[in-house]
């Protein structure tokens, strides 16, 4: 997902909007918006899967522990 990201930041920042119309600008303009949430998705994503490990890894303890 990183790498779609990362390639569509490129694309619309190599947009030229001093040549657009007004509907292709709130196009873009909702095309940035829709961007920085999957950005921000994205981060949460690796935040859960951060969180994940480390409850996985204290699960994973406590059944050795247990024995």
């Not at 657009?20 to 935040?47: F, K, P, S, Y």
């Amino acid at each position: 997902m990183a790498d779609t990201i990362a390639e569509t930041v490129d694309l619309l920042y190599t947009i030229d909007q001093d040549h657009l119309t007004l509907d292709q600008q709130i196009a873009l303009g909702a095309a940035l918006a829709a961007l920085a949430q999957a950005e921000r998705l994205e981060q949460i994503n690796e935040r859960l899967r951060s969180i994940h490990q480390v409850l996985n890894t204290w699960s994973l303890r406590s059944t050795v522990d247990s024995r």
